[in-house]
């Protein structure tokens, strides 16, 4: 009754730079042992740790008694925020899979390497650049220092990370075994109404095109087919913007 009562008076601390980032998607930095407590309320089944060498063992004692899955990811000090296209793939085709939900992702200090992995999750759901970068500038905020844009290297990373086909293949073999979680199903199905409304607004232009004077129908389809790919791709929309 007295440790129960102890225990209770000890506040909870999460981790430094701690945030949820979408549903059962956490954020921060490296978990000291004053975290434990916090982040054994979050029932987590994943952890990942985006590090340059093998975290400590009190962190994976942790997860070994929490019966938490633990991913070490290796950093690389020659790549662009110590990651490369595949680590970055394998950390958000875990985060898409419900069975490893709730997850934590971490870094040393839960800003750049982790930052990184977060854009690209919002690049796949569809944010805009310009507002992706602005949530990474917010976890460079401590008293006294100015928000912080992305370095260029970091930056130029997310821009040119692909989110197209070998994503939308694990999205749909996944979405029809139904293993999505829910903020990776939402992408999915977004994306699957884009599509039904481009094609749907190309067969009916077409079919305005058959009709249509010969002298026209040249510039008609250009304007068809840009409009069907700007609906496919919705380029810079933010994903609560999408209506």
């Known amino acids: 009754m007295a440790a129960s009562g102890i225990q209770a008076r000890v506040p909870l601390v999460p981790p430094l730079r701690f945030a949820t980032v979408d549903e059962r998607v956490h954020r921060g930095a490296y978990p000291t042992l004053a975290n434990f407590r916090f982040l054994r309320r979050l029932e987590l089944r994943t952890l990942v740790s985006l590090l340059p060498e093998q975290p400590s063992t009190d962190l994976l004692h942790f997860c070994a008694h ?15 925020a110590g990651l490369t296209v595949a680590a970055v793939s394998e950390v958000l085709k875990l985060m898409m899979l419900e069975e490893n939900l709730p997850v934590y992702v971490h870094c040393m200090d839960g800003f750049v390497t982790t930052g990184v992995i977060m854009m690209c999750v919002r690049k796949l759901q569809l944010w805009s650049s310009a507002v992706a970068q602005i949530e990474f500038g917010r976890f460079s905020r401590t008293r006294g220092e100015q928000l912080a844009a992305p370095a260029s290297a970091p930056l130029q990373f997310v821009d040119a990370f692909p989110v197209d086909q070998a994503f939308a293949d694990f999205i749909a073999q996944h979405e029809l075994a139904g293993g999505l979680s829910g903020w990776c199903m939402r992408v999915a199905l977004f994306k699957g109404a884009s599509a039904r409304e481009a094609s749907a607004d190309a067969l009916g232009a077409d079919a305005a095109l058959s009709r249509a004077p010969r002298a026209r129908r040249t510039t008609d389809t250009a ?3 840009s409009s069907a790919l700007e609906a496919l791709s919705l380029e810079g929309l933010p994903i609560s913007k999408r209506r």
């Open 223 to 225: 304007h068809t087919f």
């Open 66 to 80: 929490e019966r938490i899955r633990h991913h070490y990811v290796p950093i690389e000090k020659s790549e662009p």
